[in-house]
């Protein structure tokens, strides 16, 4: 996703960008060589972080780091508040300290929990994982350093993004490009339960563009926002469209269902509002963009996360 903004942020005009990135979910190729400069590092690194304020002077933070595996979660609690919340706020004292003009925040429709449907921005979120606990937290932090200290922000909540350039290695996240790289060698597609859960798969077309234009929309100051798909499917649904992008069929097999919200889509009233634009990119069209992209990078070896902290009951196939 953040590759995506950094050529939205070009393609709108900018031409003093600065990257940072640990490289530990993307891909150096993936980064647009038009930026003034790329650092591989840590938003952990809170003394890196300062430094680079000091050196760029940024008007604004564009934060869209994370480890974003809502179901695996549960089991690397330690390694997710570290990361989405003790990095996001690293990341918001060096804004507040360098007067930042503006902190665009991607957070997730996981911080809602097994709400009402569709899920709007008027909700009490109740998140049920611990990535959304994070996420979660990372919103109040803004709201009260706004309040506090002036910081500005927006907020997004996108849902079940995929798109080019994803990471299709990594097998406890982004169910499409799971199936996608599954596919490519041959391998049945496992989902969990009895595949009937639904989301609204969205494009990374139909997101990084909004987040990008973000801080030159006023009424975007201090605002939070669903975006993405307005059209939700079950898993089952997916996968069978998946291997229709694909051109190729592969078995399927359910496995023992995991912890996880049956049934999660939003409302975007409020982003067609202030954005004046909703999603444009269909599924089917979406998946053959991407299918497209897959074939010509060929498939990846699935990675292990490698300190899973709680082993008791973890999911069929993480273990």
Known sequence: MGAHVVNELLHQGNTDIVALDDLSGGFRENLN???????????????????????YKF???????????????????????????????NLINAAINHNVKRFVFTSSIAVYGENQLPMHEGLVPIPEDSYGIAKYAVEQELAVSKRLFGLDYTIFRPHNVYGELQNISDKYRNVIGIFMNNIMQDKPLRIFGDGEQTRAFTHIADVAPHIARAVDIPEASGQIF????????????????????????????????????????????????????????????GLHRMATWAKSVGPRPATEFGDIEIRKNLPDGWK
Do not use: P, W
């Open 59 to 89: 008007d604004y933070i564009y934060h869209l780091a994370a480890y974003a595996a809502e179901g695996l979660s549960h089991f690397i609690k330690r390694f997710n508040y570290q990361n989405n919340l003790i990095g996001s706020v």
């Open 226 to 285: 669903n975006v993405g798909s307005d059209k939700h499917v079950s898993v089952n649904e997916l996968a069978d469209l998946v291997m229709t992008a694909m051109d190729k069929e592969v078995s399927v097999i359910n496995v023992h269902a995991r912890e996880e919200v049956k049934h999660a889509y939003c409302s975007h009233e409020k982003f067609q509002q202030v954005f004046g634009t909703t999603s444009q990119v269909a599924l089917d069209e």
């Open 33 to 55: 060589s038009a930026v003034t400069s790329f650092i591989e590092g840590s938003i952990l690194d809170a003394q890196l972080i300062n430094q680079l304020c000091e050196q």
